[in-house]
């Protein structure tokens, strides 16, 4: 089993990277394989807006976004963090989200794989914002294993022992999710059923040359039957 941990907090040694480091433990213990991206870390431009990717497949801008695309593509599953910030994620993670929406959203690409999202807040706010880009809900559309939000303070006071004990039983089941493999619920296979109808009538079969990529990748998921 091979699970990515993102970290989307540019702050060294804070409470998400305590947090995310604590999950790496635990699913280690379990004989997983980690792999570990920091976005802060890492070259990663600005989505340009140029769409190219829905025909092609691929980013024109070079940097490191197309190694953690493939190291998203090869993992089970995915352990992401983001601290809360102007109670929205933070500016790095919501970069490296607008450039993976088309390559790996629109695409289905992550249906089948699993995420447990981990958010801390000082006080109040953004806690849906963090559940669906942490969680790589919505357009992603990835199973939702858990999501742990914690209230920290400001400054956060980092007390990770009062999480750890959530953080064990969210990354078990996130092992045991992927093992498993359930069935959505009734409810969210309705519900994802209707955004594929609505994206394939309202966009992608209405500019069949802007979304080729896209067309291709649902051919191959039989959510579009081949002419
Ligand atoms: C620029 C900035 C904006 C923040 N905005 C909020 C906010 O809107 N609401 C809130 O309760 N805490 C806010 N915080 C506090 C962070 O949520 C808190 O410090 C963080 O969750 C701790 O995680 P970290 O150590 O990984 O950064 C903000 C912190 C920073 C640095």
Same mark, same amino acid.
């Given at each position: 089993m091979n699970i990515l941990i993102i970290n989307?907090?540019? /702050?060294? !040694?804070g409470f998400t990277g305590g947090a995310l480091d604590f999950a790496a433990t635990c699913l280690q213990g379990k004989g997983v394989t980690i792999n570990h991206v920091r976005l802060a870390d890492m070259t990663i431009h600005d989505c340009?807006? @140029? =769409?190219n990717c829905l025909k092609t !497949? /691929? @980013?024109v801008i070079p940097d490191d976004v197309e190694t953690i695309i493939k190291e998203m593509i090869k993992a089970d599953g995915f352990v992401i963090g983001s601290p809360v910030r102007n109670a929205l994620i933070t500016a790095c993670f919501k970069k490296f989200i607008e450039r993976i929406t088309y390559i790996l959203g629109f695409t289905l690409a992550l249906e089948d794989k699993y995420t447990l999202g981990i958010a801390s807040v000082g006080?109040?706010? !953004?806690k849906s914002i963090s559940r669906k880009f942490c969680c790589l809900q919505?357009? =992603? %559309?990835? %199973?939702?294993?858990d999501f742990v939000f914690c209230s920290v303070g400001i400054p956060s006071e980092k007390n990770m022992a009062k999480v750890e004990s959530r953080l064990a039983i969210a990354t078990d089941k996130l092992i045991a999710d992927i093992s498993r493999r359930p069935q959505r619920s009734f409810y969210q296979r309705t519900s994802y059923l209707i955004d594929r109808v609505v994206i394939r009538k309202f966009m992608i079969e209405r500019h069949p040359d802007v979304y080729a990529n896209v067309i291709e990748s649902w051919k191959s998921k039989g959510y579009i039957r081949p002419r």
């Open positions: 989307g907090s540019p /702050k060294h !040694g340009r807006g @140029c =769409f !497949g /691929k @980013c006080y109040i706010g !953004g919505d357009v =992603f %559309h990835t %199973h939702l294993s």
